[in-house]
């Protein structure tokens, strides 16, 4: 398992998808059995997806080549220690280990700064920057109640 190769290819796509005016300088692989499944590189601007962050662009590529939404045996190299949004992701997908090089505090010197986003996290509802309210909580709750006596669900 060469960790360090594995690394220098999520760093080598955050250099070249940047340079190609694709994205952010960021860039990530997943590894399953000691191999390359996936590839992902920040593609926010060119796709128009706020989402298109290296690690979930990677995410979804290694579970379509797999056939599975979850990757318990995998391993996620990235450029760029995750953000909260990539964090969840990794972990919805059960990945086994992170593995990042950039710190969140690199990313933040040069413009990329998620801090506010922790904060939010601890704060209640209603103190959130974006306005946050509930709405027919009693009509949702009866999909869920719905979900709980199907028989033929599968377990997130
Ligand atoms: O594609 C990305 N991958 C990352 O790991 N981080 C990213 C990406 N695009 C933007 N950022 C920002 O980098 C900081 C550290 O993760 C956060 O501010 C992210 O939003
Ligand atoms: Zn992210």
């Known amino acids: 398992m060469d960790h360090a190769a594995f690394m220098r290819r999520a760093i080598d796509l955050s250099y070249e998808k940047m340079i190609a005016g694709i994205g952010g300088p960021f860039g990530a692989v997943i590894v399953h059995d000691g191999c390359v499944v996936a590839e992902g590189w920040n593609r926010v601007w060119s796709a128009m997806d706020p989402t298109a962050h ?17 990757l318990a045996d995998c391993s996620i190299y990235t450029s760029c220690e995750p953000c909260p949004m990539c964090l969840g992701a990794i972990y919805w997908a059960r990945l086994q280990v992170i593995y990042y090089a950039n710190t969140r505090d690199d990313a ?3 413009g990329f700064d998620d801090s506010f986003v922790y904060d939010e996290l601890a704060l209640p509802l209603n103190q959130r920057r974006i306005p946050t309210r509930r709405l027919l909580g009693n009509e949702a709750m009866a999909v869920f109640r719905v979900w709980q006596e199907k028989a033929d669900k599968k377990l997130y």
């Open 54 to 70: 290296a690690e979930v662009v990677a995410i979804r590529r290694a579970c379509r080549i797999l056939e599975t939404y979850q």
């Open 108 to 110: 933040a010197a040069i």
